[in-house]
């Protein structure tokens, strides 16, 4: 084990008190750690790092978590797939409306798409005025501008801006002159029946490669000269002073702004004036080269999706021969990725109570003749019998999940999961469920104790396992308890899983199985 | 005069055909320009630059714009006022919210303190659920989050982030782990009967500058240490790797992220790991220092305002004795300065205006027996007396503006303004008003014509000076150009300001003066 920096160490202590176990958050200041913390003891045990501190305060970290890579935010180039035009020679990532709203996988595939190579096409969308909104609100949130909230590219009698009239518009991005600039852009084809008028991309982050690799000092030119960018009507100045290439501490592409149109007075001495043009120029001429233009049609119902950041959009001249209109607005990749991580971290946490069923649910069930698998398989299969709804369903399928180890450990001590006060599942599932889920969940130990209370005969119907468990979860609850159980949200939902409960513990009996169940709990984890 | 770049100084040409008149936009793009482009021969004229260029273009550059100095886009600490708490002993940079929707010039002082010290504070504020919105809609665009379109901080039961619960909070920016980072936010006291709950600010521009001063190396690790922020909760996801503080290619600080709660793990060697927690304590001291805290109430109808790439926001632990309800939203300083330069913009407009009225104004009027300036006083007058719409009194005062030869040069040239294909000042005064006062003003020469050709007798009345310039103008029309005339947008009215110009040229005749009209003017240019 390397020496490891104490404070460093100290500020990831992943326990309850350090760190809100729901969001993370850590819960002090890194001030309110003594001037000399030092590590007073620590050691090595059951795949951990326990360590006492100097202050008295103790903490444990997984060895794997301490040896972990780290991915980055996946902005900059390390993280994209750069790309010239042929390599979507076979097709564009593209997905149909339908397909995307309703399977989460390929909702993954389009927004991954846009974060790895910049732009996915959805073919189908419905062609109708407002609807760019809700592909937006698909993964994040609208970003309005002097433009509108939403906006419409046609030809208009008093533009002011060219992207409202027929010519052709050369690669570049927009809103160049705001900062934060917008990072994402839709646009919305409603109507493309005029000849011309195709679109173009190209890759901002391989142009700005290409030029690092062929002219460096050009390069470094660019990164390093704030150029003004302005935009201005009646009602607007915008200005926003930044490189046309951005690179991050480590020196890696992060950003492009490239837009000649928006470009103000540059000041500087002659000598770097003449250097940012020379520069400007070599790197305009790289985003022009024809290899690196993609060029497609948007067809009515096709929208596409693009990091403004880093890709630059064209379009060819139209005439007027029929009509164009797109209907765009902007949006900000934080939230795209935002959501494909959530959605990742769904498929994840179905992957692994799939394995948590396959594995430890296969084991023994407290005495009864049915595996843990079995027995959480009948109850959902009684739940689905009785015409349940799929929050029901899931409660009844997972409401034992408590009792798999795995489901408690490793992979999300270090998010701050207080694993230790938790008797049941349900805290975990709260990572993914909302509360008609988890609270049937919760409560289901409860509910039986409550039932042997308030039913006459139910406890008679206990098997010899559960009759034991009753008396070791403190018996039938006297009346106040029944009485205040009966209030608490889920509470009736909760008697519903419990007889379900009860019914699932046939050996032997036939069910679905996990596989069965996962679009149900895909759709009740939005 | 030195040696200029060539495409720097082409790609500055101001001429209409280089540059959009109305919006500044560039009508080319860089690569448009030849190769081997150079300035074939070059004359001081006149106070103008005039080239001849190698292709033929010609270019005109007012030698004024030419030596100007540039201000930048004031976001980084150059444009700063840096502060103490001590700064504000003699109070808050505040207004009334009656005030500053009224008054271009206090809305202009409140987003210029939030501009230049980080922040402002309305007071009385409608304290009503959904105000904030409109606060921040004087000068942008709300921007949404996780947390909402607008957000709740008051005790939440189940809260997701510790500004929802009572505990004292130390000093941060919020959502350092969105990128981009919300740049504004607002916060709008509803309620605060609790005791404690006070609110805190540091300038996190100023505690950098102290760093930087007092430990350059732990400043510079600081700017070049990216720093994983991280939430996540059951829907989000989010992750931003950013600079505790954050500079420009000028080494100027740009944007401060200070958030403890939200830092997960950094990676690296032990000794980078080691020097970055040694500069974020000793930064983190600083913002700490009680000559830094400025701290203050806010009082139901209070509306916080202030700069989140800067300022540290915090707030003391409250009892739950009373309530307090804060409401607030996120927004973007980018619009905040259109607004701001805007605003500025419209005053200087109306400061030319004046300098016109009192300069040129004083002005033989073509041969009439009043100046021009009391010949437009005088029909703005009139207008007012027959109790015409603002719109229409403006249009009166302001319909012979064409004639002031200052209003058609200088300071504008450089914004593409074709002043060479305007006869008239409704180009100009386009940039501040809309058509309802433009189109009169253009259209009020074409309304005498007009009229002699409709009103039997009308041409009989005209002064002798119009007569004449009646017939350099075209003399009356004929019945096609007449129709067409009368479907023009404005027609009408222009026939209307039209009676008020011929009425206006009584020598002596006492009217206000053109302060009177300020007020009238400044509210038609929103």
Redesign the interface.
Known sequence: M????P??LR??CPCAECR?P??????????D?PEDLAVAAQAEIEGNLEVLWSDGHRSRYPLA?LG???E??G?TEAHKRLWVAADFRRGLPEAEWEAYVGDPAEQAAVLSAVRRSGFAVLRGVPAVEGQVRAVAETFG??????YGELFDVRVEPDP???AFTSVAI?PHTDNP?????P?LQLLHCLENSATGGDSGLVDGFKAAAILREEAPDDFAVL????V?F????????????R?LIDV???GRIREVRFN????????GS?DA??A???A??RF??IT?RPELQLTFRLDRGDCLIFDNTRLLHARTAFQQDGHRHLQGCYA????L??TL??LH?RTAALDAVAELFAGEGAGEYLGEAVTMAEHMLQAAAAAEAADAPPHLIAAALLHDVGHFQGALHGRDL??GQDNRHSDTGAHWL?????PEVTEPVRLHVAAKRYLCTVEPGYRARLSEASEYTLKVQGGPMDEQQAAAFAELPGAADAVTVRRWDEQAKTAGAPTPDFEHYRPLLASLMK
Chains 1, 2 share one sequence.
Do not use: H
């Open positions: 390397p020496e490891l920096p404070y460093w500020d990831n809100d729901r969001t993370g958050q850590k819960l002090f200041q890194i001030n750690l978590w972990a890579e780290d980055g935010d902005r949130y609208v970003r309005t501008t002097n002011n801006n060219l050369a002159y705001r900062d934060p600039v990072t990164t390093r000269t704030l003004p302005v935009f201005r009507d009646r009602c607007t100045e915008l200005r926003a002073d490189p991050d501490a480590l000649n149109r928006s470009i103000s007075t540059l000041r002659s004036l003449a940012f043009y020379a400007y120029r305009a001429a022009l900000d990749l934080d939230s990725a935002s991580a959530v971290r270090m998010q709260a990572q993914w469920f909302g």
